[in-house]
């Protein structure tokens, strides 16, 4: 079984839709991302929670919102979605390993805003 | 604050040969390095890291990256591609105490027969 999932795996969805993702793990880490993948620019950062009630804007962070149910829950909405949020998105997790916080990804949500 | 260049999108080698990914990074503290690859449909999967000590670092299928620092480089390479190894390939860095990471763009490795 996946230690991160993300449901639903594909969406489209029309301009103006409420629209929620959600990531769910199993590792046990306090530390969780939101990330959007786009050709040609990398993965973004979005939004990023250290624990339940530590909640935090990453560089893109306009146009989305987040919600920690848990610590193994944590969902990114798009109030009110508009077709340059067409991408591809990521949650991840982390901890620290060696020294370092390593992140492990959930297999993503490729996302269609039409 | 800190930030990854990746040279090119697109680099394609012949089975066999030597694979060769640059990466540069800029940062204000002693940085923490990853290689990620992504593999066609599915999330990023961490191939190695660098935090301190050894500047040449091991990771898996047979990948190895080496620290410069008078370079503020971390290139990944491996002797001999495979078709498997066809993938993007990320660059990403954080300063060790805080756990966020800033990706470069990616690099396309293509393998071809």
């Known amino acids: 079984d996946a230690d991160v999932t993300q449901t639903p795996r594909n969406r489209i969805t029309k301009t103006g839709k409420r629209i929620m993702l959600e990531c769910s793990q199993t590792?046990?880490?306090?530390?969780m991302y939101w990330y959007r993948q786009d050709p040609g620019l990398g993965l973004r950062l979005i939004y990023y929670s250290f624990d339940v009630k530590d909640i935090n804007k990453g560089e893109i962070s306009d146009g989305y919102s987040v919600s920690r149910q848990a610590q193994a829950k944590f969902s990114l909405s798009l109030e009110s979605a508009i077709p340059n949020q067409t991408a591809l998105y990521f949650c991840?997790?982390?901890?620290?390993?060696?020294?370092?916080?390593?992140?492990?990804f959930g297999p993503g949500t490729r996302l269609t805003v039409t | 604050a800190q930030s990854v260049t990746q040279l090119g999108s697109h680099v394609s080698v012949s089975e066999g040969a030597l694979v060769l990914l640059r990466c540069n990074y800029s940062?204000?503290?002693?940085?923490?390095l990853f290689w990620y690859v992504q593999y066609p449909n599915q999330g990023l999967q961490l191939l190695l890291k660098y935090t301190t000590g050894a500047t040449l670092v091991k990771g898996i299928n047979g990948f190895e990256a080496e620290f410069k620092k008078s370079e503020t480089s971390f290139h990944l390479t491996k002797p001999s591609a495979h078709m498997s190894d066809a993938a993007e390939y990320f660059c990403a860095v954080s300063d060790g105490a805080n756990s966020k990471l800033t990706f470069g763009k990616g690099i396309t490795l293509s393998v071809r027969p």
């Open positions: 940062s204000s503290v002693p940085p923490y």
């Open positions: 991840a997790t982390s901890a620290r390993s060696g020294g370092a916080y390593e992140q492990y």
């Open positions: 590792k046990g880490h306090d530390r």
